[in-house]
């Protein structure tokens, strides 16, 4: 154990998965240039895209893999338990996607939980 929390050797060490439950959308603050304001954002499981064949590091790595010489670059080969990436984003141009949260486990629920929930699980715990 370290000042930084604990650290885990391998996969199995890691804590079990937590599925997260996330709200399909947030009221969160739009940089874009014509809003400036909180607005209500759709949030979304980030995936990512198709890697291109074309890219400069790509082309670079094919072009020194040809030949003889076996593999010449590191493989990375140190295991890292899966993450889902929440993000939230507003379907307007000039907005980027606002990354909100890492969990291990992500769903997203239909609509908000309400806002006496706290309230009403005290007064069953009280009546008991």
Not at 2 to 10: A, I, N
Not at 25 to 50: D, I, L, N, S
Not at 92 to 112: G, K, Q, S, W
Request: hydrophobic residues 25%.
């Amino acid at each position: 154990v370290s000042c930084h929390g604990e650290r885990f050797r391998s996969i199995a060490d890691y804590p079990a998965r937590k599925m997260v439950n996330v709200p399909k959308e947030r009221k969160t603050f739009c940089k874009g240039k014509k809003c400036k304001k909180h607005t209500v954002h759709k949030v979304t499981q980030y995936k990512a895209g198709k890697a291109s064949s074309f890219a400069q590091g790509k082309r670079r790595y094919d072009e020194k893999q040809t030949g003889f010489g076996g593999q010449t670059k590191p493989v990375f080969h140190k295991k890292v338990p899966p993450h889902a990436v929440a993000t939230a984003r507003r379907f307007h141009p000039n907005t980027t996607r606002l990354r909100l949260r890492r969990p291990t486990a992500m769903e997203t629920r239909a609509t908000r939980r309400p806002v006496d929930s706290w309230q009403s699980y005290g007064q069953v715990v009280a009546a008991n």
